[in-house]
């Protein structure tokens, strides 16, 4: 089991920055075996979406609404992925979702945090 706490999320002028941060615990076991780091957001009324994910070989993918703007990364050491947001639009306002897979042999598993809520606002 892996256990997902986030945390950076308020409110912010148009424009403005924020910077995400997903720590992730658990059993030594699960812990070693996250894959998959990523950040999904969900508007009101909209289906959840991902905005960004990095692979554990650093590899990196976003959505088009973002590219540019934010960027994705990890900190293995610290079991922790963070999304640096510039630039911030109020069509980025949202609660926005951690995410990891777990791979073990043919085993995959995912894990979601509760959520921090983004509004972007004057």
């Known amino acids: 089991q892996v256990q997902l706490v986030e945390s950076g999320g308020g409110l912010v002028q148009p424009g403005g920055s924020l910077r995400l941060s997903c720590a992730a615990s658990?059993?030594?076991?699960?812990?070693?075996?996250?894959?998959?780091m990523g950040w999904h957001r969900q508007a009101p009324g909209k289906q959840r979406e991902l905005v960004a994910r990095?692979?554990?070989?650093?590899?990196?993918a976003y959505a088009d609404s973002v590219k540019g703007r934010f960027t994705i990364s990890r900190d293995n050491a610290k079991n922790t992925v963070y999304l640096q947001m510039n630039s911030l639009k109020p069509e980025d306002t949202a609660v926005y979702f951690c995410?990891?897979?777990?791979?073990?042999?043919?085993?995959?598993?995912?894990?979601w945090g509760q959520g921090t809520q983004v509004t972007v606002s004057s």
């Open positions: 995410n990891v897979e777990t791979r073990a042999g043919l085993f995959t598993n995912a894990y």
């Open positions: 658990g059993s030594i076991g699960s812990i070693n075996n996250i894959k998959t």
């Open positions: 990095i692979t554990s070989g650093e590899n990196t």
